[in-house]
């Protein structure tokens, strides 16, 4: 099966990294976001065909201090994630954590 996920606007305000870092942030979604998908799937409506026109994220927390842009990445990912129907079980991370997903 291929999924194909189109992110036109992701908004993140209040991130405690550097513009620099921007896309090690970036590549982490991405990753983070193959890994969890590979893991879990896609809820009824997406393997349907349908789609959302938008997707609530929610909150999500930061380890004290920020932590390092891949691990931000990561975090930020579960809970898109999570916005469109997974449920990601704590201590994953974009370097392979082993943070599984809940069905």
């Not at 999924?3 to 405690?16: F, K, S, T």
């Not at 997707?55 to 469109?84: H, K, N, T, W």
């Amino acid at each position: 099966m291929n999924i194909n996920l189109h992110i036109e606007r992701l908004v993140l305000e209040g991130l405690p990294v550097a513009r620099h870092e921007a896309p090690q942030v970036r590549a982490a979604i991405e990753a983070e976001l193959s890994r969890l998908l590979t893991l879990g799937g896609l809820d009824a409506v997406l393997l349907s065909g349908g789609s959302y026109a938008r997707a609530e994220a929610g909150g999500m927390s930061l380890p004290r201090g920020g932590g390092d842009p891949a691990q931000i990445g990561s975090r930020i990912a579960g809970a898109v994630y999570g916005g469109f129907g997974g449920e990601v079980k704590s201590g994953g991370d974009a370097k392979g954590g082993g943070g599984g997903v809940k069905r």
